[in-house]
């Protein structure tokens, strides 16, 4: 079965800092595009950060640019997102995801392949 699970989520306060990691099983890494997408509850998901896996262009949404910063390690099948600067709004249940279509698109959710179970994080005053 092929699985993408993520880990290092947790509490925070504003300013600090987070690493997540979404690590692969067989064949779930894609070759062409992994993606970082969050939610809160009541609200869409929402992408955050795409790679192009071979290339290794980087795309993030507006409200993260400059301090989020999503890298891979494809050797292992691994895919980080490294969060500096956290605010309140930043909260939320965090996804990592294989994409296969319109990697440039952050904010798309019609092409994703696979989805993880999500890690939360949560950043206080």
């Known amino acids: 079965v092929q699985r993408l699970e993520e880990s290092g989520g947790g509490s925070v306060q504003a300013g600090g800092s987070l690493k997540l990691s979404c690590t692969a099983s067989q064949g779930a890494y894609s070759t062409y595009c992994m993606a970082w997408f969050r939610q809160v509850p009541g609200k869409k998901r929402e992408g955050v950060a795409r790679?192009?896996?071979?290339?290794?262009?980087?795309y993030y949404a507006d409200s993260v640019k400059g301090r989020f910063t999503i890298s891979q390690n494809n050797a292992a099948n691994t895919l980080y997102l490294q969060m500096n600067n956290l605010k309140q709004e930043d909260t939320g249940m965090y996804y990592c995801?294989?994409?296969?279509?319109?990697?440039?698109?952050?904010?798309?959710?019609?092409?994703?392949?696979?989805w993880g179970q999500g890690t939360q994080v949560t950043v206080s005053p």
């Open positions: 995801a294989s994409v296969d279509l319109r990697c440039d698109d952050v904010a798309d959710l019609e092409n994703v392949e696979l």
């Open positions: 790679i192009y896996v071979n290339v290794r262009s980087t």
